[in-house]
């Protein structure tokens, strides 16, 4: 990911664990310092509230029904749900000339297996409404399903859906370079009003494959590690900075550290957001904010950190909530022993209390549950995680901040993996950017209409979470 700093980028770590004691006492000796994001653990996240179906089901009143039922049919197309910077629908491609495949053509010469312009129902495309599309297949160019998976979750992810699919007169500033235009273009051709059925992503898997060589070939690959290059490759491509590596004035520690939490919080963020200056760092990116508290004399010290998602540790069981997931990363964790970090005041390694929380909250949460382990992730956890629709996150938000920014999240995609490690399959559940009521599962070519019931499963893998400004349970 995007380095924090004017180092020159290297391609992220994907450890399936990382060394958080050497990270806290690195942070004990340089608080305040902006640390690479991939070398950092994702940091925490908080607790939750779940809402069952059956509660949002029965909670309101026939008149309350009728009332949302005509609020539905207009807030899925204004967007009154979520925080985006335009509320404007994206531009049909077709009409507007710009509907074409991923190796030039018109997509339905690269639609495969079914007939082109038509949908999964059978009905023209052309004839098909704004709810309706958005819902197409893609074909697997040889053991690609984990990109696919992450293809249709940022399809419907609704901020970077609208930024793509500006009209030509709205284009984006600085133009998207050539991994961005790839995935631009795909985009134009998914929500085309005259888009096949099944459309060939091979212009965007060339195009990643040269910025992560990795992706070359046709091994099996992770599908949170395909999202981690995808967005930074997004990120450089449309990056505002004139220059690759902006210079910056070197970060005055001593300075830094009489700073109150606030005020260092907002320096770093600057900085990191001058560094790091793209749409992707918008919609994406949050702040963590990191204590370690000395045992003996009490000393504090703080550092703020970007994250771009949150990896959770699941706990044992045959069914845990998020919640427990959450509390095994934000739980305050003793320092003892061998990972004792030096104390910046007793000048000696001292006894400490590492803790968590979020300072800034990003527009788009991407939660990544670790389920695999091992060397080349022979290990699969098959735990269900009871991952809820709605998340307020009010109370881990930092105390000065509580009720001065939005901590409500709905739940809109998810990437599933079935199977074991070594001969699995990614598969995607989404609910319709468009039509808020709607789940739709995508495995490669294949596209069906799903339900509520059937989105938390033990195959849930990364979850996306959009924050709103209302509930869910509003909607339903």
């Known amino acids: 990911m995007p380095t924090s700093s004017g180092a020159s980028r290297a391609r992220p770590s994907f450890s399936a664990a990382t060394d958080v004691y050497a990270r806290s006492h690195a942070l004990y000796h340089t608080y305040g310092q902006v640390n690479g994001l991939h070398r950092i653990s994702r940091p925490p996240l908080p607790k939750i509230h779940q809402n069952s179906s059956a509660t949002r089901s029965n909670s309101a009143s026939s008149s309350q029904l009728r009332q949302q039922q005509r609020a539905k049919s207009t807030s ?39 007939s082109a312009g038509r949908s999964v129902n059978g009905r023209r495309r052309s004839s098909v409404s704004l709810h309706e599309r958005g819902m197409v297949g893609l074909s697997n160019l040889g053991n690609t399903c984990y ?13 970077l859906l609208e930024l793509l699919m500006r009209s030509s007169s709205e284009s984006i500033d600085p133009p998207p370079g050539r991994l961005a235009a790839a995935y631009q273009r795909l985009m134009r051709d998914m929500w085309s009003s005259s888009a096949a059925a099944v459309i060939s992503p091979t212009e965007l898997r060339s195009r990643l494959a040269k910025f992560a060589p990795r992706f070359r070939g046709s091994g099996q690959q992770d599908s949170q590690e395909c999202l981690r290059y995808l967005l930074e490759g997004l990120h450089e491509d449309l990056s505002r900075n004139s220059e690759r590596h902006p210079r910056l004035p070197a970060i005055d520690y001593d300075q830094l550290d009489r700073l109150s939490d606030s005020e260092k919080s907002l320096v ?11 749409p992707i760092v918008d919609i994406f990116v949050g702040q963590l904010k990191s204590t370690l508290q000395c045992c003996e004399c009490g000393h504090k010290s703080t550092t703020f950190d970007p994250f771009w998602d949150l990896a959770l540790s699941i706990p044992r069981g045959n069914r845990v909530s998020l919640a427990a997931c959450l509390d095994l990363f934000t739980d305050p964790e003793t320092l003892d022993g061998n990972e004792r ?12 209390l590492k803790s968590f929380c979020l300072y800034r909250l990003p527009t788009i949460l991407v939660i990544h549950l670790k389920r695999f382990s091992g060397e080349r992730y022979r290990t699969k956890l098959n735990t269900l995680v009871d991952y809820p629709f709605d998340l307020d996150l009010s109370e881990f938000v930092d105390t000065d901040l509580r009720g001065k920014q939005p901590a409500h999240y709905s739940l809109y995609a998810v990437s599933e993996h079935s199977g074991t490690p070594m001969g699995g399959h990614y598969t995607a559940i989404v609910r319709h950017a468009y039509a808020i009521d709607r789940w739709v599962a995508f495995s490669d070519a294949s596209v069906r209409r799903s339900s509520e019931s059937a989105v938390v499963s033990s195959q849930g893998y990364v979850l996306f979470y959009e924050r709103t400004k209302r509930s869910h349970t509003d909607y339903n």
Do not use: F, I
Not at 268 to 278: D, G, I, M, P
């Open 147 to 159: 990109m696919n998976s992450m293809v249709q979750c940022l399809s419907h992810t609704r901020p």
């Open 76 to 114: 899925c197309l204004n967007g009154d749900s979520v925080l985006l910077p335009s509320r404007k629908l994206p531009p049909d491609p077709a009409a507007a000339g710009h509907h074409r495949g991923a190796n030039g053509s018109n997509a339905a010469a690269s639609s495969s297996s079914t």
């Open 268 to 278: 770093l963020w600057q900085r990191y957001t001058k560094l790091e200056n793209s």
């Open 341 to 352: 970090p030096k104390c910046d005041k007793c000048k000696t390694r001292r006894r400490c």
